[in-house]
């Protein structure tokens, strides 16, 4: 076999066959990758090989944005790859959007994800991930979620019928749009009374007694399908590479499969050039901003401080601090990429930073503006670029990638209170979180039932 499973622990390094079912490793406990042997395998000379799938969308995998993509993620034959027809985005040259955050014209691009079959980035990473459930004949699946993970799993086992969903969510934290997806597409949906992070610790547990198919990005196979929206980006970019990538960060499994995007690029001599990777943190979910920017925790060639990661944590449940922000998509205080995020941080030479709730929502509306529109954990890509060149760390002429993740419609509520006019609404949804002002908001008017009124108003 010429895909395997890979511990990314180098005091360890086990390899496990491919159609083994682990979230980690069994010797260690640390992360897995999969892993291919390129030698053996007939990859790409340069990355134009791939405009050749072009003319071939009436296969459905060659018309999916991550299988043409297939010779880069060979773990199944291209014919046994699940797709719903995910991956059909576009890099929007965003010139209207980038005085907003320092550059200037011609240099901000927003890569969106919002038009996925069910609305995030995450079924990129569901298109795989279910892929491999499907070779190990999984009949039944799971995951925690915030949101959309649930929603894109949910659409993949309602479409192919192939397992059944149970989703975990925590109570009362999940956007509408999210969990109204869930719901409608079957899947059991379970609410623990607990946030994110207890989810995913039940799942976890739940997976492994009840021998479910485990679908966060803790499974390395999401994070395979993950790696495609650089490919697109590059591929948006007439495969030039940008000086910086842009995501916000939650779980860290999209800044974790990016960077191993580059790393495999840089190897197999595709790409010269590295970007630099910048993910963003909500102010009130910032585990990798303290830990990386503050604290000085690094990758270390795979051997990070995992005590320094224990003390880090047992503070955070000694102090009672739970993850809190807007952001939904991002409101988790235990990453379980974290250690591959650092990989990918220290390939990148990355920087964290985090963002305030006021400074996601006026990121959001400018997005809403002039760009496609987006959730309000996308936004913070945005609103950490306009950070990174307000410090200079990021040049106001650098070619500067933002990752919208989800779509405007995930989370009306939180447009709908920043624009609105409803003040007792905004102060429920945003004013309690501390936001104080609404500088883009687009208010609508009110007017009487009268023609002469609206002609007067429209004048
Ligand atoms: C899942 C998600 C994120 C966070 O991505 P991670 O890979 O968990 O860091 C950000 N934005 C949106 C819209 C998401 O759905
Ligand atoms: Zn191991």
Known sequence: MTAFQHCINPDCGHSFDLLEVHHRCPDCGALL?????????????????????????????????????HELLPFAKLEECVTIGEGQTILQKADYVAPYAGLVPGSLYLQYEGMNPSGSFKD????????????????HTACASTGNTSASLAIYCGVTRMMNAVIFIGSGKIAYGKLSQ???????????????????????????KLNLYLLNSLNPFRLEGQKTIMFRVLEGLGWEVPDWIVVPGGNLGNSSSFGKA???????GLIKKVPRLAVINAAGADTLYRLFEKEGLRWNGGRCDQT???????????????????????EINRPVNLTKCLRAL???????????????????????????????????????????VAEGVIGKDERVVCILTGNQLKDPNATVAYHGN???????????RGVKTTEFANHPVTVANDIDAIIDLLK
């Open 182 to 208: 869930a719901l409608d597409y079957g899947a059991r949906t379970i609410q623990i009374e607990g946030d994110f992070d207890d989810a995913m610790a039940r799942v976890q547990e739940a997976s492994k």
């Open 33 to 69: 990758d999969v892993e291919y042997e390129w030698d053996k395998l007939p990859v790409p000379k340069s990355l134009s090989h791939f405009e050749q799938y072009w003319g071939q969308r009436r296969i459905p995998q060659r018309h999916s944005g991550v299988w043409r993509f």
């Open 308 to 330: 320094h990661i224990k003390k880090f944590y047992d503070q955070m449940d000694a102090e009672g601090r739970r993850a809190n922000t807007i952001a939904s998509a991002i």
């Open 346 to 388: 220290d390939f990148c030479n990355g920087v964290v930073r985090e963002v305030t709730e006021q400074e996601i929502l006026d990121a959001k509306a400018n997005v809403g503006a002039g760009g496609l529109g987006c959730e309000p954990a996308s936004a913070a890509s945005l609103a950490g670029t306009k950070k990174l």
């Open 262 to 268: 580059f790393i495999e690029l840089h190897k197999l």
């Open 422 to 432: 409803n003040k007792e609404f905004f102060d429920q949804v945003l004013g309690k």
């Open 124 to 139: 990129n990473g569901m298109a795989a991930g279910t892929t491999h459930g499907k070779l190990v004949g999984a009949k």
